[in-house]
């Protein structure tokens, strides 16, 4: 099981999905993990409360990078409701809670919260969609 996730996380390192950033998208959030050297500029445009575009630019460890290209593909084209229940199961697998459910790709994160110091790294671009999503309600 273990090796089926470190691929899934490897995959997504060597060809991160959506990592072009989003000209002209509304939102735009910046969040950097200084302990490891991980950054990503996160945007987001959404449309009657559906995330209708999400990219990113940034740089880090295989960790952020994976989580990022995961996060962008999982909540493109969802609403901001599921973005949200989305960051909030990941945030308590980070700190070693099951999720409630099945969450596919994205369970293979799930491991990096028997590693404290990495768990920052795996939430950089989730705590970047949670910043993007606040801005969203406050418009
Ligand atoms: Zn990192």
Redesign the pocket.
């Known amino acids: 099981m273990d090796e089926l996730y470190q691929e899934i996380i490897l995959d997504h390192h060597r060809n991160p999905r959506h990592r072009d950033g989003c000209v002209g998208c509304t939102l735009s959030v910046h969040q950097d993990?200084p302990?490891?050297?991980?950054e990503i500029t996160l945007g987001l445009e959404i449309e009657d409360g559906v995330i209708v575009r999400a990219g990113y630019e940034g740089q880090?460890?295989s960790?952020?990078t994976a989580s990022a290209s995961m996060m962008a593909e999982s909540v493109k084209g969802q609403p901001v409701a599921r973005a949200r229940a989305l960051f909030e199961m990941m945030r308590r697998m980070m700190h070693g809670e099951s999720p409630d459910e099945d969450l596919g790709d994205l369970m293979a994160l799930g491991g990096v919260a028997r590693f404290p110091v990495?768990v920052?790294?795996a939430l950089?671009p989730w705590t970047a969609l949670n910043e993007a999503l606040d801005k969203e309600g406050d418009a």
């Open positions: 993990n302990l490891c050297g991980d880090g460890c960790i952020s990495r920052k790294c950089l």
